[in-house]
């Protein structure tokens, strides 16, 4: 049973190209949650969703960033017009059922984003 | 603010010994996971501990939890090189459908 898979590990993108991150969760996980971490810092949440659902985007930025989780595939997290800021590792996890339920949330190994 | 703080930032220890790390929070939880990141790498699960447990072992690790104080712990024994990485702490917030994660300790020990 293969775990979270996020692709690519490392992405290099110019000021004001686009950058697409990928994240297969495990077999059978219907939860997704994407995470940014910066050097030296925890990760902060950026969004939750569920098959077709954004169930919390509280922290996304309200502008260039989306996320998607699409019945069939990978969730995406989209980044437009990317900016030397959104340089950072972004984690992506799985879950069988909502965190309520007191389940695991497992994390794939993450892309890095260097924006030049 | 952040829901999960660990102490202290950083430890260092001799290969052999043990290594505490504590989180606190600041809400009512339904669980607090554990998670160990090696420099560079992604997350590992460690032990995810319920509101209504005291304590939970897995091999090496202890994890407690306080519910009143707040407060977990994560007890590493017989500490080995391969444990040198960072711990953070994560819990859900107020209920909500995700993880909040704490700045971390980062582990270090010395052979």
């Known amino acids: 049973n293969a775990g979270v898979m996020q692709n690519p590990r490392h992405l290099v993108r110019r000021r004001g190209q686009e950058a697409r991150l990928r994240c297969s969760p495990m077999k059978g996980h219907s939860h997704v949650y994407w995470y940014r971490q910066l050097p030296e810092e925890g990760l902060k949440f950026m969004v939750y969703l569920q098959k077709e659902n954004i169930i919390d985007e509280s922290g996304m930025p309200k502008e260039r960033f989306s996320a998607e989780f699409p019945k069939e595939g990978p969730s995406i997290l989209r980044i437009q017009q990317v900016v030397r800021g959104d340089s950072a590792a972004y984690f992506c996890?799985?879950?069988?059922?909502?965190?309520?339920?007191?389940?695991?949330?497992?994390f794939g190994q993450g892309t890095r984003l260097t924006v030049v | 603010s952040q829901q999960g703080e660990e102490d202290p930032q950083a430890l260092s220890i001799q290969e052999g010994e043990n290594a505490t790390m504590n989180c606190s929070y600041k809400t009512s939880i339904n669980n607090l996971q554990w998670y160990r990141q090696n420099s560079g790498r992604g997350l590992v699960h460690l032990i995810l501990?319920?509101?209504?447990?005291r304590e939970k072992h897995s091999g090496r690790l202890r994890v407690t939890l306080d519910t009143s104080k707040k407060s977990s712990s994560l007890l590493i024994t017989a500490s080995r090189a391969a444990d040198t990485a960072s711990y953070f702490c994560a819990t859900d917030f107020q209920g909500a459908q995700k993880l909040v994660f704490g700045q971390g300790t980062r582990l270090t020990i010395n052979p």
């Open positions: 501990i319920r509101s209504n447990e």
């Open positions: 996890a799985s879950s069988l059922s909502g965190l309520m339920m007191n389940t695991e949330a497992f």
